[in-house]
């Protein structure tokens, strides 16, 4: 509605941008100029599921590739006509969902409405490939083929990584994250309802939960600014299933400051158009600065209980606190698989979620493992400060 208001009487288009895509601006008006500004368009380059995935609800699950949604880094365009309608649909009918997971996907599926409304339309000049890419000389957008650098990767040193457990899990997940990632923690420490010192693990005195694991997350959160583990400047909190690049996440790192109250990794919303709020979700890593480990438990946030949701509890605090969620598409709450396969094929990923029905050292190997540990600094984009 605000960008109706504001731009809807002298714009013909609004274009959105994801902040590490680049624009050739007479390219995008000429691309844009080949459509009727007075009629309802939705233009991208489309991504379609190849299975029905349980990020999208499993919609379409007879046919999952038939609906197609943008893809964000490779910018998307509404017309204002279009615009005006979606603005009064949203101010007469509130949105039903109170979950924002992909937004991508929901935004299709609103201008979408069943088949009433428009389809995406696809724009082969709005692209993902990388600037020095022969096939970018038709793009007007391209896109930044490496993760920023912002300065020297976060020191090993300076990353202390939880890892969330229970004892039916010690000998089927635990050794999956010691074949694969471990070996990059400086300091790791295996929190479970068990102390098993064959692993080992720390028994935290918290209960174990079937869902939620709110008692255990906030265990952490203390146990990290005492004096019983190394003082660092960052906290990882991920589940015993994650599967994470640690030389890819201080790469990343590197564009925060640890001295500001940051909370960063895959953003979900609840019930955002009712002033609801955003949080991290939790299996795809939480990373928090040791500041917004700090503020979060001076305010005196705690769980209604041992089971609830600890993702969500710790964005309703954050958002009490009026401290933000910062959303990276490098992390990922689901598998490979529950992504389109165009989305994740310029992408630098930071993390995956999940066992079920894959191997997840084959996912490992594929997908994360370090292949930028001997990279240099002259390699990596180098950005001033740049908000993933």
């Not at 960008?3 to 274009?15: A, E, P, R, Y």
């Not at 090993?156 to 010691?178: G, I, L």
């Not at 919303?269 to 609801?276: I, K, V």
Request: hydrophobic content about 35%; charged content about 25%.
């Amino acid at each position: 509605m605000i960008l109706s208001q504001s731009f809807g009487k002298n714009s013909s288009w609004i274009v959105f941008l994801e902040e590490e895509t680049n624009v050739k601006m007479t390219k995008l008006v000429q691309v844009l100029g080949k459509f009727d500004q007075n009629k309802e368009w939705f233009l991208g380059k489309p991504l379609h599921d190849e299975e029905s995935t349980i990020i999208h609800h499993y919609a379409f699950a007879e046919n999952p590739s038939v609906f197609k949604y943008p893809d964000f880094s490779a910018a998307w365009a509404l017309s204002i006509p279009l615009v005006v309608r979606l603005a009064n649909k949203v101010r007469d009918e509130p949105l039903k969902s109170d979950f924002t997971i992909d937004l991508k996907h929901e935004v299709a599926l609103y201008i979408w409405e069943n088949g009433k409304g428009q389809h995406l339309t696809a724009v082969p000049e709005l692209c993902t490939e990388p600037d020095d890419s022969p096939q970018a000389q038709h793009c007007a957008t391209t896109l930044r083929s490496l993760p920023p650098l912002c300065g020297e990767p976060v020191s090993a040193d300076d990353v202390f990584v939880a890892v969330k457990t229970c004892k039916k899990f010690h000998s089927e997940r635990v050794p999956v994250v010691k074949k694969t990632w471990e070996k990059d923690a400086l300091f790791l420490e295996y929190y479970s309802d068990h102390a098993d010192p064959s692993i080992p693990t720390i028994n935290l005195g918290v209960p174990n939960t079937e869902r939620g694991h709110c008692g255990k997350t906030f265990a952490i959160l203390k146990r990290f600014l005492s004096d019983d583990v190394p003082k660092t400047n960052w906290l990882l909190i991920v589940d015993d299933d994650t599967l994470i690049s640690l030389p890819r996440l201080q790469v990343l790192l590197s564009c925060y400051d640890p001295f500001e109250p940051v909370c960063l990794g895959e953003r979900y919303g609840y019930g955002l158009s009712q002033g609801g709020y955003s949080y991290i979700t939790g299996g795809g890593g939480m990373v928090f600065s040791r500041e917004a480990v700090v503020r979060l438990l001076k305010s005196g946030c705690k769980c209604y209980s041992n089971d609830a949701p600890d993702d969500m509890v710790l964005g309703m605090c954050l958002n009490a606190l009026g401290l933000p969620v910062t959303h990276s598409p490098l992390f990922h709450q689901a598998r490979p698989e529950d992504y389109a396969r165009d989305f994740l094929a310029h992408q630098v990923p930071v993390s995956f979620h999940k066992h079920w029905n894959i191997d997840p050292i084959a996912v490992f190997n594929k997908w994360l493992k370090d292949d930028l540990r001997t990279t240099t600094a002259g390699g990596l984009n180098k950005s001033t400060k740049t908000e993933l």
